[in-house]
């Protein structure tokens, strides 16, 4: 099932990892721990190769997806509860030709109706060009949209879900001009292409887009892997930074050149000072060429280089990262596919809005086995507990990948879906020990609330608020704060 496309993009972190400071002394101790290794029974029931981003329920256990293995070998669903038990919810491609799709990718997002949406890269009736699909915490699969090429081929990206209840995604190929779509899809399946990448000659928009986020201002950002109108001092011009709004007006606000990093591969994180944060696969360290950068950039496409990767020997510091991960300490959590000390397959680190950065772990073969996992695929999952989750694309018991957790002193907090609205808006709290939760406030007015479990709570915008933190307090006393701010329109 696997085409040679199919097969380059699911390799891009490790391949890429071909491409060819002192770090700062932590305050407090980090704890990793290896929780679950897939394909530890012949012929993977549970799945191989997982990747892209795990989401928590409502119910507080953990979601995410395999690429491949599982009972026709094109992928799982999977739930996942924080003590370390997976279940197997949901086999792709049981029939052929596969018209539920094939090899998920991206990861997925929760919606404000509970269930969760995300895509395949192939699959989908006779064209294999990949689906939208909508699956419930039990496991029912809803097909929402099939691929054609025309409308867009090989999403590989998480889907984010904007104000007006809508999807939006990217498709890495495809569309009108074959260098990839940002698309929209209601939740009953409504579709429309709002961008085909590359109508121009040189690609001046960019090619090859992979994953949206939504901004406090409601419009949409993202970069493209390659493309770019040259304004660099060298060829090295790799890759855009655009802005796309909810109604499809798409513009070009900056250009990836090798000084401050080059192939960005990842959606960005917008951090609370508005600015915009990601990774680079290649360039960095001016002239030099090296491993991948963390980079600053601003709403306008001022770009700034906080860490160029792999400037000391053996690379201690990891190369080619990947996607961040935004802390309630406003610290950026990461991974790097490769590098690390002693011959690592990979780091997980921490960055000040800065540049300071911190490797936590590194994952090293013990005897020739990485029973830890190799090949980390981005971005962590931090949970409601305080605790990140990640995965590993490679490695484990089997070399097939695995599940971790890292915690490294985060407090608990409450998440909110979704994080915008006006007064009267229905939202979902999501937390840990909510039961007996006396108080729930939305910049400090307070609002009606029912606790519907230990892990979540219903709650409507209150009228008069603005946008702020909201506040949940717990039985004991405890004031949980929501790890970014609500944004009232």
Request: aromatic letters at 10%.
């Amino acid at each position: 099932m696997k085409s040679s496309k199919a097969l380059f993009t699911l390799g891009l972190a490790l391949a890429c990892a071909a491409i060819t400071f002192s770090l700062a002394v932590r305050a407090q101790a980090q704890t990793f721990t290896s929780l679950y290794s897939f394909c530890t029974e012949t012929g993977c029931p549970d799945g191989a190769g997982p990747f892209g981003t795990m989401v928590q329920g409502t119910d507080g256990d953990i979601y995410g997806i395999t690429q491949s293995g599982g009972s026709s070998g094109s992928g799982t669903f999977f739930k996942f509860t924080t003590a370390g038990a997976l279940t197997t919810l949901y086999n792709f491609c049981p029939s052929s030709p596969c018209t539920d799709g094939a090899t998920p990718f991206g990861g997925l997002v929760l919606a404000t109706d509970g269930d969760f949406y995300g895509v395949t890269y192939e699959g989908g009736n006779v064209y294999g060009y990949g689906t939208v699909f909508k699956i419930t915490a039990a496991g029912k699969l809803t097909l929402l949209h099939t691929f054609e090429g025309t409308d867009g081929e090989g999403p590989q990206a998480a889907l984010v879900q904007a104000n007006n209840g809508n999807f939006y995604g990217t498709t890495f190929r495809g569309g009108a001009y074959g260098e990839g779509t940002v698309f929209e899809i209601t939740s009953s399946g409504t579709f429309r292409t709002l961008h085909s990448f590359c109508a121009s000659s040189g690609c001046p928009d960019g090619s090859g887009p992979n994953g949206l986020t939504l901004a406090a201002n409601g419009n949409l950002y993202g970069t493209t892997y390659t493309g770019g109108e040259s304004s660099c001092k060298t060829s090295e011009t790799n890759g855009t930074f655009f802005e796309l709004t909810p109604t499809g007006t798409l513009t070009t606000l900056a250009v990836f050149c090798a000084p401050t990093g080059y192939l960005p591969a990842s959606a960005v994180v917008q951090a609370a000072d508005g600015n915009f944060y990601g990774t680079t696969l290649a360039g960095g360290d001016g002239s030099k060429v090296v491993y991948g950068t963390v980079y600053e950039m601003t709403s306008s496409g001022s770009i700034t280089s906080l860490h160029s990767f792999c400037l000391e020997t053996g690379c201690t510091d990891g190369k080619t990262p990947t996607a961040l991960t935004l802390g309630t300490d406003g610290n950026f959590y990461g991974i790097t596919t490769g590098g690390g000390a002693n011959s690592g397959k990979g780091t997980i680190f921490e960055i000040t809005p800065a540049g300071a950065l911190t490797t936590l772990y590194t994952f090293n073969s013990t005897n020739g086995n990485y029973t830890d996992g190799s090949s980390p695929a981005g971005p962590m999952l931090l949970d409601t507990n305080g605790t990140f989750y990640g995965l590993t694309q490679l490695g484990g018991k089997t070399a097939s990948g695995t599940i971790f957790s890292l915690s490294t002193g985060l407090g608990p907090f409450v998440k909110t879906i979704p994080a915008s609205g006006a007064a009267g808006k229905s939202v979902t709290i999501l937390g840990t020990n909510l039961t007996g939760a006396t108080t729930v406030s939305f910049d400090g007015i307070a609002a009606t609330f029912k606790v519907v479990s230990a892990t979540e709570i219903t709650t409507t915008v209150p009228s008069g608020t603005s946008s702020g933190t909201v506040m949940v307090t717990t039985s004991s006393g405890t004031k949980l704060s929501s790890n970014v701010a609500f944004q009232v329109p």
